[in-house]
T-cell receptor, first 113, second 112 residues
Framework: SQQGEEDPQALSIQEGENATMNCSYK?????LQWYRQNSGRGLVHLIL?????REKHSGRLRVTLDTSKKSSSLLITASRAADTASYFC?????????????FGEGTQLTVNP | DAGITQSPRHKVTETGTPVTLRCHQT?????MYWYRQDPGHGLRLIHY???????DKGEVSDGYSVSRSKTEDFLLTLESATSSQTSVYFC???????????FGSGTRLTVV
């Protein structure tokens, strides 16, 4: 079963607008990560937020984490056509044998020029 | 995708045949992973490795085996391919605990 669930499943916006994607998960976590996947390509790591952090920024990305609600959001500001991709959240429960990420099904973001 | 290469990129095979997918990383990462990606299921973990010859099962390991004889190589074997194993397979690696993964470009496998 999937640990993370993204919302919405698909999002279409105009260039320059902000895009917000949400992720909910079920169990306690050590950290939560966001990845981007362009069509036909592998996933690219965007940002990692630890369970004791509430907000993190990286360039045009802003990630929040609410462990009490078991949810996270990814905000992309001033979107560009090149941001068109699928975005996945992934949770790491911090197993004793090491890191194992559990992925959600992703949000398909389309940024129209 | 720099640092991880998967081979082959595409493969068509017949039901019942064994298939081996290869993953090679040049990042000297300790952890390596095999995922499959299917519509409606996202990415699901098949097997992972936390060191040379140290491997463990993920959530969808039935019908798959792995081997890691060197830090840089992680092999995934479908012992007897079935149509349900038609999927896109991704290899990933990570250097240490609490780090982002580096993904390969994927292998598209079709079992006919």
């Amino acid at each position: 079963s999937q640990q993370g669930e993204e919302d919405p499943q698909a999002l279409s916006i105009q260039e320059g607008e902000n895009a917000t994607m949400n992720c909910s998960y079920k169990t306690s976590i050590n950290n939560l990560q966001w990845y981007r996947q362009n069509s036909g390509r592998g996933l690219v790591h965007l940002i990692l937020i630890r369970s004791n952090e509430r907000e993190k920024h990286s360039g045009r990305l802003r990630v929040t984490l609410d462990t009490s609600k078991k949810s996270s959001s990814l905000l992309i500001t001033a979107s560009r056509a090149a941001d068109t991709a699928s975005y996945f959240c992934a949770t790491d429960r911090g197993e004793t044998s090491g890191s194992r990420l559990t992925f959600g099904e992703g949000t398909q973001l389309t940024v129209n020029p | 995708d720099a640092g991880i290469t998967q081979s082959p990129r595409h493969k068509v095979t017949e039901t019942g045949t064994p298939v081996t997918l290869r993953c090679h990383q040049t990042e000297n990462h300790r952890y390596m992973y095999w995922y499959r990606q299917d519509p409606g299921h996202g990415l699901r973990l098949i097997h992972y490795s936390y060191g040379v010859k140290d491997t463990d099962k993920g959530e969808v390991s039935d019908g798959y085996s792995v081997s890691r004889s060197k830090t840089e190589d992680f092999l995934l074997t479908l012992e007897s391919a079935t149509s349900s194993q038609t999927s896109v397979y991704f290899c990933a690696s990570g250097p240490f605990f609490e780090s982002g993964y580096t993904f390969g470009s994927g292998t598209r496998l079709t079992v006919v």
